[in-house]
């Protein structure tokens, strides 16, 4: 009832403020003896939109060795937290919603379909023009189950034709190289843009004061020593062809892409589980299509399709009955080091088809209607070239999500709202027969479906010039990825008994932006936000394994804010502060059993729940070299200690818990010839600081890094 309260509430609004938009209209016309026209970019037309979404220009990132995840770590409200080097898995939060919660988008197109060794982490940022994140309420145009955000990549779409060329190599025996070319045929108008990236490294940091044993094998020391099985070797390239701006279309283009990455697997999901012989290798095949077209139907009608078809393709090897220690030593026994069974290779063959259709209608001047169809099928066959006794399996998990929004423009844009409504389907069929009882088989129909409502609203007011106010909710549901349901065949153990999550989700904000003159810009933004989370999904790992598995949580209340503060002075000094916090807490107050859980109204395990960051950079202009710009950048961030399990769980001065993180990292990045040459040196970890992050796995020390980058436009 509350639910349809407020939708209701939010249309009579939109009503009475058409309807003064259109007394407004009624009055005499000014005439101005001067104007002056103010462009936005993108990044700010976002900012000032009806949901809750921050936009990264990776413009500044692309002459640095930094990767998107550091890129985009920074940003208010967002935490990333890897497992350990260069290509390790990584765990995003939004405003307290974290891990598969999250969605991630190419241009609109799910990430996935570009292969599931694909990630933030080894995308090539020189194709990338900024990054937007929706926080808790996303647009049905997007046709996507996130509960907790999204996270949209969007690549660069310039008109004239380039070459961009790089390579940088650092520490840890870390090298990358990148390379991005439009090329466009003066007859033909078909235009070619090549894409090629390789990333390679050893990860030998430092692990500081790990447990070995001593020289007689009677006991154990404490050690600082290398990593040595941590290799990591990324290779993906990309052929985009098409035209644009043809009568028939707007764009035309067609791809194909291959993605190859190879990882050595050092750890378990806790770093006590120590691998010597294990790795996990993936390579992916694409080809896609997408075509875009406005101006249909007199200007009133745009329509959008694309589709895809991803062959992935993954094997773990876990064929050694040894366990490893950290200085590389081992004993013989007689279970694998992953499983702890026998040994096997096991071949993961996924393959994801994804379609997805948007047409935009016009209703009249500021109205629109926005509907959105989204497939998302993905396979698993399952099979083992090592274990005879592994049953083969074919399982399929499908998605169709369908969406309808009503989108307004009013008070000649100082009003906008937008209203939408989404259906998803699910469809689940498993063969798989290991270990049924654990992987939830018993639970569950063999073949099943079932279907979903989603809805919701978002609204921004601009109060005045500098301060405006934006709203938005959602009544969200998240579909169980193939990830958490199916397990990845090496560290996570399938669950396909997985409920989807279901949560009302809102978010209040204000921004804005004061302009003091002579060059002096200060901006703003403060946000609150409140998550109500049924069956929310959470990895636990089993101590005694090292494994993990996703299950459901039956209730999760995730209430917090989050803000920012950035100072900017002629282009020059550049200063930003931002801080989050938020509060997660278990609210069932039972257990299964009907007995009162002990782990009710506790913080849930494992995940930061207050920090902040903060930046200063200078740019000089014509140091040294003329038309050349000189950019020096410090950034610190703070992380509060946290929990690694339950609080309910042991005595307080037991409790194992993830300490204050501080980290500082300094940049030097150098262009000149207008941007043609750039050449840049950072450090990360500027103090050496012991640092942890997921399940509390040791992060890199000090390291250094250096690029150079040629681009000719």
Known sequence: MKRKTIILIAIALSFVAHNVAAQSSLQDTVVLDNATVTAKTREQQLREGAYAVSAVSIRSQVATLQSLTQAIDRTSGIRIREEGGVGSDFDLSINGMSGNSIRYFLDGMPLDAKGTGMTLANLPVNIIDRVEIYKGVIPASFGSDALGGAVNIITNRRASDFLDLSYGLGSFHTHKGDFAAQYTGKKTGLILRPVISASYSKNDYIMRAVKVRNEDHSGFVVKDLPRFHDGYLSLFGQLEAGVADRRWADEFFVSASVSKVDKEVQTGATQSYVYGKVERNTMSYNFA????????????????????????????????????????????????????????????????????????????????????????????????????????????????????????????????????????????????????????????????????????????????????????????????????????????????????????????????????????????????????????????????????????????????????????????????????????????????????????????????????????????????????????????????????????????????????????????????????????FECTNLLNALAYDNYMLQKPGRAFFVKFRLFLQ
């Open 289 to 680: 299509a997408r075509y875009l077209k406005t101006g249909l139907l007199d200007d009133r009608l745009g329509v959008t399709a694309s589709v895809s078809q991803t062959q992935d393709h993954s094997v773990t090897i876990d064929t050694t009955y040894r366990r490893y220690y950290w200085d590389g030593t081992y004993i013989d026994g007689s279970l694998s080091e992953i499983r702890g069974r026998g040994k096997s290779m096991r071949h993961f063959y996924r393959p994801m088809t994804i379609a997805r259709g948007n047409l935009d209608f016009k209703l009249a001047q500021g109205h629109s209607l926005t509907l959105n169809y989204q497939l998302n099928r993905t396979g698993n066959r399952q099979s083992d070239e090592v274990d005879k006794s592994f049953v083969p399996t074919r399982d399929v998990l499908a998605k169709h999500v369908v969406g309808l929004s009503y989108n307004q423009s009013l008070m000649e844009g100082r009003m906008t709202n937008a209203i939408f409504v989404k259906d998803y389907i699910n469809h689940l069929h498993v063969e798989q027969s290991e270990d049924s009882k654990r992987i939830g088989l018993p639970d569950i129909k063999p073949d099943d479906a079932q279907n979903y409502i989603g809805y919701g609203l978002g609204s921004r007011f601009d109060i005045t010039a500098s301060l405006s106010a934006k709203a938005s909710y959602e009544h969200s549901v998240r579909l169980p990825i193939s990830r958490e349901v199916l397990g990845n065949g090496s560290t996570i153990f399938p669950n396909v008994a997985l409920k989807p999550e279901i949560s009302e989700n809102v978010n209040l904000g204000v921004f804005g932006a004061l302009d003091l003159g002579g060059g002096h810009v200060i901006s703003y933004e403060a946000n609150g936000f409140l998550r109500l989370v049924d069956n929310f999904i959470q990895a636990t790992v089993s101590e005694t394994e090292g494994m993990m598995q996703y299950v459901n949580v039956d209730a999760v209340h995730i209430k917090g804010v989050d803000g920012s503060l950035r100072y900017d002075w002629a282009g020059r000094l550049h200063l930003a502060v931002n801080a989050s916090y938020d509060d997660c807490r278990d609210m069932r107050e039972f257990t299964q059993a009907g007995r009162p859980s002990v782990t009710y109204r506790n913080r849930t395990p494992n995940r930061p729940w207050a920090f902040a960051n903060a930046e200063a950079s200078y740019t000089f202009h014509n140091v040294g070299l003329k038309d050349s710009r000189l950019r020096l950048t410090v950034d610190y961030q703070w992380v509060h200690w946290f929990y690694l399990t339950w609080a309910a769980y042991g005595s307080a001065s037991t409790k194992a818990m993830v300490p204050t993180q501080h980290l500082t990292n300094a940049s030097l990045a150098y262009s000149w010839h207008g941007g043609r040459y750039n050449l840049s």
